[in-house]
């Protein structure tokens, strides 16, 4: 029986990012490629999450598997992400990663950024 989310390491990854995860492995095909989720400064609330493919892991990144896909998350990002929900939604507005994060004490109206 498949869940729709997993969670790893207080990090939860829904069907739909993993889905959407694989499908970008597929079309640049390279099923080596990982997810890569981290926090960076900046962005209109003080915290931006950035996404990106790579193949290799940083010496600092913690790997988790989830619905047949690898997340690599860096240790200074990982506090941040704590008990987040990573999920991939298409609305009106467009199709993107989006975060629900019980860190943040504000977050912009984009979605792309926090403040905690």
């Known amino acids: 029986m498949d869940h729709p989310e997993i969670t790893i390491s207080g990090i939860t990854i829904s069907e739909n990012a993993a889905r959407q995860v694989q499908k970008l492995k597929t079309a640049q095909g390279n099923e080596n490629l990982r997810l890569r989720i981290?926090?960076?400064?900046g962005g209109c609330s003080g915290f931006s999450y950035v996404y990106s493919l790579e193949e290799e892991a940083q010496a600092d990144?913690?790997?988790?598997?989830?619905?047949?896909?690898?997340?690599?998350?860096?240790?200074?990002?990982?506090?941040?992400?704590?008990?987040?929900?990573?999920?991939?939604?298409?609305?009106?507005?467009g199709s993107a990663f989006a975060v629900t994060n019980p860190n943040a004490t504000a977050t912009c109206g984009c979605g792309s950024s926090f403040a905690a």
Not at 38 to 41: A, E, K, L, Y
Not at 61 to 77: C, K, N, P, Q, W
């Open 61 to 93: 990144d913690r790997l988790f598997e989830a619905h047949g896909i690898t997340l690599m998350v860096d240790e200074a990002s990982l506090g941040l992400l704590a008990g987040c929900v990573l999920d991939y939604k298409t609305d009106l507005m």
């Open 38 to 41: 981290s926090v960076s400064t």
